[in-house]
């Protein structure tokens, strides 16, 4: 059978983040400055879906030929499987309908979180909906293939280390970059767990799964060194939500990451409370460079509105310093436009964000993503019914004090005032251009950055090495008592 993943990069769409929803990029609002920022972050070619990785490597483990095609239809195909962002919900079901008359009796499986919240979107296109974790097409495959064009349900992978690696080969891997994380590349996507424990209602990741699944340690270790191996990869984005939530698997992937044969860099999602100096410390030595973190908003009792609980601001200060001493860049992802908001909130929340100085701050307009508590708290709010506007930089709901053009200004504005300023340059040059270190620009990359109130060491479970030191004993001759001169 001849497979064909179907995708876009239109709408500057990345599949991959918010929960598998997918994001645009920033617009460019605010005249020259706001074109500035988007060129920024517009620049990379970023690396597929993570979940069509795992689709190449199932399909061609069953035997199966793929093809990977961007934005046009394949000369033929048996079965055709689609993940539709928000953003590119319509321009895909524009795609289905050609590949159903183009190829009337192929297979079409629409997947990713788009389609699990609101299979009815995709209803009248004769699809076969697979809702949940798409990676257990390697053991229903034969069975959802057997149904008629219906919604069907998997749920999640409990053991995630039966998943075969990820395969890159079909997407021109070499060419994959994400800069505000990265200075080598190509870069790869990667998780060392799946799921979220916290509560948060605007969140679209506890859709599919509201606890933690972690994978072994090793097989991550294993996939790193593959990656590095067949295509080149010298930086690894982990897509986890949680990094760190079990400190003794993230010590174990930093020793792991550090015997590799080349250094490799990486960036992680986390909280800011699961990551003590002791563990950004030891993930430093191993080739962390960047911690994507939400910041969200200054006030707290709007987050507690929305179950979203937020360290004090001055512990999110102090964490954001420890990693610039560390040399590690901070990517911040700061709330706007909830639909109570004012001009005056919004104005405190870049304020806060100057005060934080992250290397990198996002200013998202809150987007209510279908299935979520938030989506449905707020449905009579919504005004915009067009999908292909749920992008964190799109005014869609009704504003009690803000109009949308208004909301759209004070966005750019958020954005311009972060970014060009003396200050940010004078504490960030040094990790947006890592040379700099050379001429004595910078933090101190030796990871000399004591515990601190905010940020307690973390015991770090001891590796063998360090358990003969801690005895007087070596590795590399017999195990005799160590001689003290008198």
Known sequence: MHVVLWDTRKSDVSKDFAGGFGVGQHPGHGGWRGWIIRRFFTRDRRPVSLLFAYLAAIFRGLGHTVEYVEDRMPVGADLIVFCPALVTL???????????????????????????????????????????????????????????????????????????????????????????????????????????????????????????????????????????????????????????????????????????????????????????????????????????????????????????????????????????????????????????????????????????????????????????????????RIAETDYSRYSPYTPVFKYDNLTPRELTRLNGRCFNTFYFRWEYLRENAHLLWPALRRFGWGGRSNGAVGSDAAHPAVPRPLSGLEMLKRKGLRADTPHRPRMVSK
């Not at 679209?204 to 294993?222: E, K, Q, T, W």
Request: charged fraction near 30%; aromatic fraction near 10%; hydrophobic fraction near 40%.
């Open 90 to 380: 319509a321009l895909e079901r524009k795609a289905i309908a050609e590949a159903r008359t183009r190829f009337p009796k192929a297979r079409i499986i629409v997947t990713g979180s788009a389609a699990s919240a609101m299979p009815e979107a995709f209803g009248d296109l004769e699809v076969t909906i697979v809702r949940g974790e798409a990676e257990q097409l390697y053991w229903k495959l034969d069975e959802v293939l057997s149904r008629p064009a219906a919604a069907v349900h998997l749920g999640i992978i409990e053991d995630l280390d039966r998943l075969p690696m990820p395969d890159w080969s079909p997407f021109r891997p070499r060419t994959f970059c994400i800069g505000y994380d990265f200075w080598q590349f190509p870069t790869a996507l990667i998780q060392a767990s799946r799921g979220c424990t916290f509560k948060c209602r605007y969140c679209p990741y506890i859709l599919a799964d509201n606890s933690m699944r972690f994978r072994d340690p090793a097989a991550v270790g294993d996939e790193i060194r593959e990656g590095i191996r067949r295509w080149g990869f010298r930086s690894f984005k982990f897509r986890d939500p949680l990094f760190g939530l079990s400190p003794a698997r993230a010590y174990q992937l930093a020793e792991l990451i550090g015997r590799l044969p080349r250094k490799i860099q990486f960036s992680v999602e986390t909280r800011i409370e699961l990551m003590p100096a002791e563990m950004l410390r030891a993930l430093k030595r191993v080739g962390l460079t960047s911690i994507t973190i939400g910041m969200e908003t200054p006030d707290e009792s709007r987050l507690r509105r929305y179950g979203r609980s937020a360290p004090s601001e001055d512990r999110q200060r102090e964490f954001i310093e420890v990693c610039r001493k560390l040399d590690i860049r901070t990517a911040a992802g700061f709330m706007i436009g909830f639909p109570d908001d004012t001009e005056q909130s919004i104005r405190e929340v870049g304020r806060y964000a100057k005060r934080l100085n992250p290397t990198f701050a996002n200013f998202n307009m809150v987007t209510p993503y279908p299935g979520t508590e938030f989506f449905a708290e707020n449905s009579r």
